[in-house]
């Protein structure tokens, strides 16, 4: 891979994680605070609710780390190794993870509380697709990379 490539994403990955820690700092905090006051009958779900939100962008930080390290690899020319294997492995115990919190967080708020408005439901709903497809798309992903390490392994003997 070019090494602009890797350059240019990292620099994006960088970007999304200054953003997703702003999120997590200022503006989910202050959505809450603003939410709490205005339908204060269920400003008890404030800390819980955004205990949750904080995770599952937390959860999307460690992706972004991940990533990242793979990047390493990559650059290293070393993502053919059982080193890349942990990193995928925990890509997929993340995206499975935000994909129950955000399916438990919509369920929640639709059959506990009957209170979900069509906006958050829907959006929370395309996140548990993103997620799943995550999730998904990674197993395959991985499934990839072990065949790809078994045939550079058989290469490598070849030669």
């Not at 602009?4 to 970007?15: E, F, P, Q, S």
């Not at 129950?100 to 639709?110: E, R």
């Not at 209170?115 to 439901?121: R, V």
Request: aromatic share 8%; hydrophobic share 65%.
């Amino acid at each position: 891979m070019n090494g602009k490539t890797i350059v240019a994403l990292r620099v994006v990955l960088g970007v999304m994680l200054v953003l997703m820690v702003f999120a997590q700092a200022v503006f989910f905090p202050l959505a809450a605070s603003d939410l709490a006051d205005a339908f204060p009958e269920v400003a008890s779900l404030r800390w819980p609710l955004l205990a949750l939100v904080i995770l599952v962008i937390a959860a999307g930080e460690i992706v972004l780390v991940c990533v990242w390290m793979l990047l390493s690899l990559v650059k290293a020319d070393a993502v053919f190794s059982p080193r890349s294997f942990r990193y995928v492995d925990v890509i997929i115990a993340m995206a499975l993870l935000d994909t129950v919190l955000v399916t438990g967080i919509n369920a929640y708020l639709l059959f506990g509380l009957r209170a979900d408005p069509p906006a958050i439901f829907y959006g929370l709903l395309a996140l548990m697709v993103l997620g799943a497809a995550t999730l998904l798309l990674m197993v395959v992903m991985k499934g990839l990379l072990r065949q790809a390490c078994a045939l550079r392994d058989e290469l490598s003997e070849v030669i």
